[in-house]
């Protein structure tokens, strides 16, 4: 009896296991789903967030660039098309001033565009010498800003610092030539041969000939000569400009350096004394003092008369015989004196 009992008992011990380890594995394999399904669950939010972002931030995007268009639309139709100085903003000022004429707008205008004018003096005064002073072309150039605030219309459709400029630089011009006291014609013949010189000799690497000069200008050599001497127009320069020979001392002016004709030589001084005094050798002491008195002091024949209790016919005759004295005397002593 108890050995037909115990295998009974193995039987149903060996059910229960295979019973609980089915029971585990059916736990894992829910507990393995469920953990699936939410990680898939996860997943799928994530998902779904990033395409709900996306999707706003493209529609933001396309928003502000809605807006943005919108605003260069407004910009666009506020902003006035301008035309000159028509739309600009001083059209009411240029308004104002062809209604009036005020001087204190005109002022105003002025003060404006001044810097056209230092602009233009200061370009021409490169190709201009250095005897010509900036203040004098923008001197000349405020005039010729003037005249041009006057003659602007500015319906016109034109900018203004355009059509003042040319009128600046014209007045400036203008100023010149009428201090220029050569023709304008000569300044254009001497510019002619200057460019046509310059010309030959780039061409041939040294000075030109007249020939070669006559005809490069198509004109006789005689012709070119008389067109040579008529365009030599003498250059004015200031005397009071400072010279410097580059060593570094003080610099001295021009007029230092020239010759004053009014002045005596002192070498003709000392021929003059010396002659004096080998003519005067050979007389008395009345002579001396009447030719002293008379050619080195500069007195008459009265006052040296009266000076030397003689009277005036009396001083003339001394005078005659002293004369015919020296001239033989100076005959006789020429080569010697080697006057």
Same mark, same amino acid.
């Given at each position: 009896?108890?050995?037909?009992?115990?295998?009974?008992?193995?039987?149903?011990?060996?059910?229960?296991?295979?019973?609980?380890?089915?029971? =585990?594995?059916?736990?894992?394999?829910?507990?393995?789903?469920?953990?699936?399904?939410?990680?898939?669950?996860?997943?799928?939010?994530?998902?779904?967030?990033?395409?709900?972002?996306?999707?706003?931030?493209?529609?933001?995007?396309?928003?502000?660039?809605?807006?943005?268009?919108?605003?260069?639309?407004?910009?666009?139709?506020?902003?006035?098309?301008?035309?000159?100085?028509?739309?600009?903003?001083?059209?009411?000022?240029?308004?104002?001033?062809?209604?009036?004429?005020?001087?204190?707008?005109?002022?105003?205008?002025?003060?404006?565009?001044? #810097? *056209?004018?230092?602009?233009?003096?200061? /370009?021409?005064?490169?190709?201009? #010498?250095?005897?010509?002073?900036?203040?004098?072309?923008?001197?000349?150039? *405020?005039?010729?800003? %003037?005249?041009?605030?006057?003659?602007?219309?500015?319906?016109?459709?034109?900018?203004?610092?355009?059509? +003042?400029?040319?009128?600046?630089?014209?007045?400036?011009?203008?100023?010149?030539?009428?201090?220029?006291? *050569? #023709?304008?014609? *000569? /300044?254009? /013949?001497?510019?002619?041969?200057?460019?046509?010189?310059?010309?030959?000799?780039?061409?041939?690497?040294?000075?030109?000939? !007249?020939?070669?000069?006559?005809?490069?200008?198509?004109?006789?050599?005689?012709?070119?000569?008389? %067109?040579?001497?008529?365009?030599?127009?003498?250059?004015?320069?200031?005397?009071?400009?400072?010279?410097?020979?580059?060593?570094?001392?003080?610099?001295?002016?021009?007029?230092?350096?020239?010759?004053?004709?009014?002045? #005596?030589?002192?070498?003709?001084?000392?021929?003059?004394? !010396?002659? %004096?005094?080998?003519?005067?050798?050979?007389?008395?002491?009345?002579?001396?003092?009447?030719?002293?008195?008379?050619?080195?002091?500069?007195?008459? %024949?009265?006052?040296?008369?009266?000076?030397?209790?003689?009277?005036?016919? =009396?001083? +003339?005759?001394?005078?005659?015989?002293?004369?015919?004295?020296?001239?033989?005397?100076?005959?006789?002593?020429?080569?010697?004196?080697?006057?």
């Amino acid at each position: 009896m108890a050995a037909t009992k115990t295998p009974r008992r193995k039987a149903s011990t060996a059910g229960a296991t295979s019973t609980k380890k089915t029971a =585990r594995r059916s736990s894992s394999t829910g507990v393995a789903s469920a953990g699936s399904k939410s990680r898939s669950a996860t997943a799928t939010g994530t998902k779904k967030a990033a395409s709900k972002a996306g999707t706003k931030t493209k529609a933001s995007v396309r928003r502000g660039a809605a807006a943005g268009a919108k605003k260069g639309a407004t910009k666009s139709k506020s902003r006035k098309r301008v035309f000159g100085e028509i739309g600009g903003e001083n059209e009411a000022l240029w308004r104002e001033y062809a209604k009036t004429h005020n001087p204190e707008l005109r002022n105003q205008l002025m003060e404006m565009y001044l #810097p *056209v004018v230092h602009f233009i003096a200061e /370009r021409l005064l490169l190709t201009l #010498p250095r005897s010509i002073d900036v203040d004098d072309l923008k001197s000349a150039g *405020v005039f010729g800003l %003037m005249d041009a605030i006057d003659g602007f219309d500015i319906d016109r459709q034109i900018k203004f610092k355009t059509y +003042c400029s040319t009128r600046i630089r014209g007045a400036i011009l203008d100023e010149l030539r009428s201090q220029d006291w *050569v #023709p304008r014609l *000569v /300044r254009l /013949r001497a510019h002619q041969l200057a460019r046509t010189q310059a010309t030959l000799e780039a061409a041939h690497g040294r000075a030109p000939t !007249d020939s070669e000069m006559a005809d490069e200008l198509q004109v006789s050599v005689a012709d070119f000569l008389a %067109m040579q001497q008529e365009s030599r127009a003498h250059t004015v320069r200031s005397l009071s400009e400072s010279w410097d020979d580059g060593s570094g001392d003080q610099a001295v002016e021009k007029i230092d350096f020239l010759k004053d004709p009014g002045s #005596p030589d002192p070498a003709e001084i000392l021929n003059q004394e !010396d002659v %004096m005094r080998a003519i005067i050798r050979s007389l008395n002491r009345r002579e001396k003092q009447i030719i002293l008195m008379y050619y080195r002091d500069g007195l008459t %024949m009265k006052q040296i008369g009266s000076l030397m209790t003689l009277t005036e016919s =009396r001083v +003339c005759q001394i005078h005659s015989n002293v004369m015919k004295k020296l001239k033989l005397h100076l005959e006789e002593s020429r080569e010697r004196l080697h006057i």
